[in-house]
């Protein structure tokens, strides 16, 4: 037995250890951003399980996020231990309302909605609103959703929202009203909400002495972390769930809590050895993550912190070797920040790091546009954060059932991931098609990822990868795709990457110019420190003086005084064939080569002709420069597109360019891309010309 659990000791440091072999009982984990937290926690269930307190059955691990249970669940079962029920809140109360509803309803459960804003609607009419449009109605949707996870009823909203010092969407009387329509109109359609579901289930445990009882005699050991976002509904249902019990490990970090808005609160994590007395209390603060030149610049931002969290902040000890120092950049407008990252992000791929270990970090989701049109200009793949499930895309699931059908088949004598390239030819997907277009791009690679789970899941037959597919769905568990990840801050939480770009640090943009109250001021802050603490090794800060030509001029966030922007602003490398910035290169009139009319778009600026005026398309040529293309590909280890698009091979194919000069003139060569391939295509060129 003590070998048994000195194996999960084995690679832990001292305080990781210290929180792993606490006693049964109350356990705070107080982990900095980085110091493996999660290693921690799934260490802990497995030391508690293999000294036999219980069994993996008998723990409920609560997350936030289906990827961070997906990834509880699959570190434990390299551990050795099955039957955790890792979970969203959301997950594990419609799992358990689903089996226990006909006790609790004495009918079916009622449907959950994907999203209340048409009950919203229908309410707002009901209650006299005019003028009401998709955008009121959403921001009435959060509203009563924040109102929900506070446990505040309709009656009492509007001394509510008074008291707390929240601004709500419109008059808290008329809110008041909607909120109560809105109930009323969901129970007459017999329907339930996001709110409603933790809200039954509580309920059912508190009122439901059989319910409850069962419940608590199947799970006795709860994990819940990122204690710090537990909103008051969230903790009434962990309320139900423990009973008179206290066998509750929380991990947290205060430094951590930017979701106040919606209702989350540091308050039950800082108030944790209040509740219990004897809690075991263990601080993780050595940093694995990143390296101590970022490791000291989040700590620098955090330490200006003040109110309540910064009571339980921890100062970050980085463990990695030295790394770069952390980039302060300022540039003359948006455009041309924009401009910038894209061009440092498309060096940083040539030179080799994978375009998924790279993230474009800003505080609103308007800010995406201009880095997802640089970043295509740039000719580099990119992944936006909040678009469509990947298990719900409709290339995922026509992959899903190629492989089933080629499983029907499969004699398993062949490695997994050649057998999935197979079996996904059924729908013409193949690892070296040359893909045009962003969206197409796009569905290729989520097709790859498929491609390279199998890889790294090389031990399973095609069945098992099958069923683990299905796993991942059901918790939507996503696979990491390859391009530049585009996320808001709050999207970033829980993730981290090689290198990181925080753009638009601008005062108004980060702080908001809505934190007018020192709270929200403060959790700014600790939004900005999350973003600091997703890099591993390179950090790139940014913001534009101005936000757009002729704009009124904008200040460094206040966040960062003194702690690193300064100096002149610089401008984007001007490289041969683009101007300085997208304004400069979009002023220019582009004209069609035959017919002399306006070329409006990148594509056929690209080609040089509008799309409906008749090509001189040498296919020889073409397919020449498409091999070398590929050969190119391959050795470098990139994906075809990345060396050129099909779009630019065409307008090389019909224009036929002799001379440097002549190359550069098309659109998206630039001096990287001259560097790299010039001397080849104009060779290509050459050998393909009639003599």
């Known amino acids: 037995m003590a070998e048994n659990l000195q194996e999960v000791l084995a690679d832990l440091d001292a305080e990781q250890a210290a929180a792993?072999?606490?006693?049964?009982?109350?356990?705070?984990?107080?982990?900095?951003?980085?110091?493996?937290?999660?290693?921690?926690?799934?260490?802990?269930?497995?030391?508690?399980?293999?000294?036999?307190?219980?069994?993996?059955?008998?723990?409920?691990?609560?997350?936030?996020?289906?990827?961070?249970?997906?990834?509880?669940?699959?570190?434990?079962?390299?551990?050795?231990?099955?039957?955790?029920?890792?979970?969203?809140?959301?997950?594990?109360?419609?799992?358990?309302?689903?089996?226990?509803?006909?006790?609790?309803?004495?009918?079916?459960?009622?449907?959950?909605?994907?999203?209340?804003?048409?009950?919203?609607?229908?309410?707002?009419?009901?209650?006299?609103?005019?003028?009401?449009?998709?955008?009121?109605?959403?921001?009435?949707?959060?509203?009563?959703?924040?109102?929900?996870?506070?446990?505040?009823?309709?009656?009492?909203?509007?001394?509510?929202?008074?008291?707390?010092?929240?601004?709500?969407?419109?008059?808290?009387?008329?809110?008041?009203?909607?909120?109560?329509?809105?109930?009323?109109?969901?129970?007459?359609?017999?329907?339930?909400d996001f709110g409603d579901l933790l809200a039954h289930t509580a309920a059912a445990i508190e009122t439901h002495e059989d319910i409850a009882e069962q419940i608590r005699g199947q799970y006795r050991l709860f994990v819940v972390d990122e204690y710090q976002d537990v909103n008051p509904l969230q903790q009434r249902l962990l309320d139900a769930w423990l009973g008179d019990r206290d066998d509750l490990t929380v991990v947290g970090d205060a430094s951590q809590t930017i979701y106040t808005f919606n209702g989350a609160t540091s308050r039950y994590l800082l108030d944790f050895t209040k509740r219990y007395p004897n809690a075991s209390v263990t601080k993780l603060v050595r940093d694995y993550r990143s390296t101590p030149q970022i490791v000291s610049l989040a700590n620098d931002v955090i330490a200006d912190a003040a109110g309540d969290e910064s009571a339980l902040s921890l100062k970050l000890v980085g463990q990695r070797s030295s790394g770069p120092k952390p980039v302060f950049d300022t540039y003359s407008d948006e455009a041309a920040e924009a401009q910038a990252v894209a061009q440092r992000c498309a060096k940083l791929i040539a030179d080799g790091v994978p375009a998924r270990e790279i993230a474009v970090l800003y505080r609103t989701n308007a800010q995406s546009e201009a880095y997802e049109s640089a970043l295509a200009d740039a000719e580099v793949s990119t992944v936006v954060t909040g678009a469509q499930r990947f298990f719900d895309r409709p290339e995922i699931r026509n992959a899903v059932v190629a492989l089933r059908r080629a499983a029907v088949t499969d004699a398993g004598d062949q490695p997994l991931a050649p057998t999935v390239v197979t079996a996904l030819e059924a729908i013409d997907w193949r690892p070296d098609d040359v893909v045009p277009g962003g969206a197409a791009r796009e569905r290729h690679e989520a097709v790859a990822a498929l491609v390279r789970l199998a890889t790294d899941h090389s031990e399973l037959s095609l069945s098992q990868f099958i069923d683990e597919l299905g796993r991942r769905a059901a918790a939507q568990h996503a696979p990491t795709l390859d391009g530049v990840t585009l996320a808001s801050l709050h999207s970033a939480k829980g993730l981290e990457w090689d290198v990181v770009f925080l753009v638009g640090l601008a005062e108004g943009t980060i702080p908001t110019s809505r934190a007018r109250t020192t709270a929200q001021r403060e959790e700014e802050r600790r939004l900005l420190y999350v973003g600091i603490t997703r890099a591993r090794l390179e950090l790139y800060l940014s913001y534009g003086l101005v936000r757009s030509e002729n704009g009124r001029p904008r200040d460094p966030s206040s966040l960062l005084d003194g702690h690193g922007f300064g100096g002149p602003a610089v401008k984007p490398q001007k490289t041969a064939g683009s101007g300085s910035s997208r304004k400069q290169r979009s002023s220019k009139r582009h004209a069609c080569r035959v017919c002399g009319g306006t070329l409006s778009d990148g594509r056929t600026r690209k080609l040089g002709r509008c799309e409906t005026c008749p090509s001189d398309l040498d296919e020889a040529l073409f397919e020449r420069l498409r091999q070398w293309r590929k050969e190119t590909a391959s050795e470098a280890g990139v994906p075809a597109y990345v060396v050129f698009t099909d779009v630019t091979l065409t307008a090389i194919a019909e224009r036929r360019p002799r001379s440097v000069a002549e190359l550069v003139s098309i659109a998206g060569i630039g001096q990287r891309k001259l560097d790299q391939y010039g001397e080849a295509v104009l060779s290509i060129v050459t050998e393909c010309s009639p003599k």
């Open 20 to 192: 792993v072999s606490a006693g049964a009982g109350p356990v705070c984990i107080l982990a900095g951003a980085g110091t493996g937290k999660t290693r921690a926690v799934t260490r802990r269930i497995a030391y508690r399980v293999r000294r036999g307190d219980l069994r993996g059955q008998h723990v409920m691990a609560v997350t936030f996020t289906a990827r961070a249970a997906g990834e509880l669940r699959d570190r434990l079962r390299q551990l050795g231990v099955g039957g955790v029920n890792a979970r969203t809140f959301h997950a594990a109360a419609l799992r358990q309302l689903r089996y226990f509803g006909p006790r609790v309803f004495g009918r079916d459960v009622p449907e959950l909605l994907d999203s209340g804003w048409k009950f919203v609607s229908i309410a707002a009419a009901r209650a006299g609103l005019q003028r009401m449009d998709k955008t009121k109605n959403r921001d009435l949707m959060s509203e009563i959703e924040w109102a929900s996870s506070m446990l505040i009823e309709p009656d009492d909203y509007p001394q509510a929202v008074y008291r707390v010092g929240r601004i709500p969407p419109m008059d808290s009387q008329e809110v008041a009203k909607v909120f109560a329509a809105y109930r009323e109109a969901k129970q007459r359609a017999g329907v339930m």
